[in-house]
């Protein structure tokens, strides 16, 4: 089917099919680069929200309620709450955190109110610590922070998100443990015990965030990570190193003793305020790096979308030129060969110049145009010379053909006027001979004109008088014709005329003229025998299944075998006075009334002429 479309329309398909692949590649493209952005989006409102959980960290761990006058605490806590609450509400239901935020709020709320017992304090500080450190995981979860696929933001993610939580909830866990020591003026082997795990797992933590910090410097290529970083980390390092290192000392100097909790106070406090500081400055490099990525992605779709705007303009463009100059051309190419074909003019030409295959086809297709105009005009000029001379050789056959038939009613008016002078000359004139002299001079002249008109009718190709005709009848009415001929000839005559021979439809006058030539040459033909009868014989017979014979046979010098051949030419004669032109029109009538005319050697002398004609009657009668 398809190849049976014309072209334009194929380049319309072949367009149409390119602007959906190009749509649905460029549909492709940005759905994956917004999914992308999307993404590191959601990450970015994670990251925000851990901010607001960092400030819920730093008052846990740095501010005990009594420290601060009473209105000032509940003033500042209540920023904390409201900074905490409005962060979950403007996430618009975006992370599944809200219940954890719930917990969050009410553990802060009765951490901080004023009616709390300071021995339920460092719970309700665990309890907070613990319920914000799931907060931060599930935000982490929640906003693909933990999904991160980039090397740097993977690790950075993973301390902001696991690692410095963990690391705050246990050192608020090993401060509140301190404190409870301290409170209690001595160090109970259960608590010396959990604070060296507590010490254990703050180093793996330590040792972990550095890890991971190594590893996001190392998926960083242009260092500005680590340059950052680097610094802030070596600090909260060092701090809690020495904090740990001097808990250790305490524990095992002072494991009768106690501890003195004051004197950890200003190290726990530089502990959690460099983490908080590391905290800070980790999320302001995820943010940063985000963003950054945010931007990389969006720069790439601009990029991609105009590359693929550039390319999908020059494709319209090439399928513009193409429609230009192929398909049109082709149209035109085909239009003018249709006009040449319905209006035969071939001086139409196509207009197209160029050098490509089609320039060359209009060239060629010009050229054969031009071949045609002229073969035409050739043939046109052959034609009527073809024409002229075929008026001229039907005037000269008609000429020749009437010059041929009248010649007989000619000679027999000469004849028929010689006796009349002469039964005129005689001294008592016999007036009735002369009278019948003188009708068959009339009879004569008719048979004259109707010869002429018969034969003038015959090559205007009117369409002819027929009517039905006998041809014993006619056979009789020659007989009579060449009477005279045939007794100063001394022919013997014999007809046999089938008394029941069916009509013919025919140009009565035509074929009386067949019958004349016919029996004149057989007469001819035997002037000049001697030794044997002149015989001429008269044969008409059925032909079988629907036709008449008519033989007319004489025992003449015959035929040679290679005039045999020529007799029915026109102007073929072997007599002297001859003109040849006597079987030609016989030939001619009687095809013209579809029948045939031949000739054959006649036995043992002279020659036989044949000729067969459809028997039938005029419809109607
Ligand atoms: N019965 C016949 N026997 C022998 N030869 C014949 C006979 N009839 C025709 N021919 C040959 O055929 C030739 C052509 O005959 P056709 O009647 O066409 O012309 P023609 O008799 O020569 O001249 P004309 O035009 O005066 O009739 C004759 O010249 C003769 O040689
Ligand atoms: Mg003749």
Redesign the pocket.
Known sequence: MFKNLRTSTKLFILCSMFIILVGVTTYGLVAEKQIAITFARKELVGNQYLTVLRGVYAAILTRRPRDEPAAQQSESADRILKALSRAESDLGGLLQTAELERALAATLRELWSSKVEDENTDTLILDALAKARNLALRIGDDSNLTLDPDLDTYYLQNIVVVMLPTFLDQIGEMQALVRAAAAAGMTAGEDRVRLLVLDGLLRSTADGIRSNLEAGYRGQADGSLKQALHRVYATMNETTDSYLARMRTSVADGASDGLDASAFASGYASVVGNAIDAWSTAQTELDRLLRQRISGLRGKLFYSLMLIGVLGSLSILVAVMTHRHIVRPLERLEGIARTVRETKNYNLRIDHHNNDEIGRLAVAFNGMLSELAAAREREMSEHSEAARVSRLTTMGAMTASIA?EI?QPLAAIVANGNAGLRWLANASPDLDEVCASLKRIVSDGHRASQVIGSIRAMFKKDSQERADVSLNDLVHEVTALVQAEIQSRRVTLKTELLQELPPVVADRVQLRQVFL??M???I???GSVTHRARLLRVKSEIHEPDGVLIT?Q?S????GPT?ME??????????S??????????RSIIEAHGGRLW?SPGTPH??V?YFVLPSGRVSGK
């Open positions: 041929h010649n030539n016919l004149v040459n057989a001819e033909a035997m007319v004489d003449g010098i015959g035929i005039e020529r007799i029915f030419d026109a102007f073929f004669t072997t007599k006075d001859g003109m040849g032109m006597g079987l030609a029109i016989c000739a002279g020659s002429f």
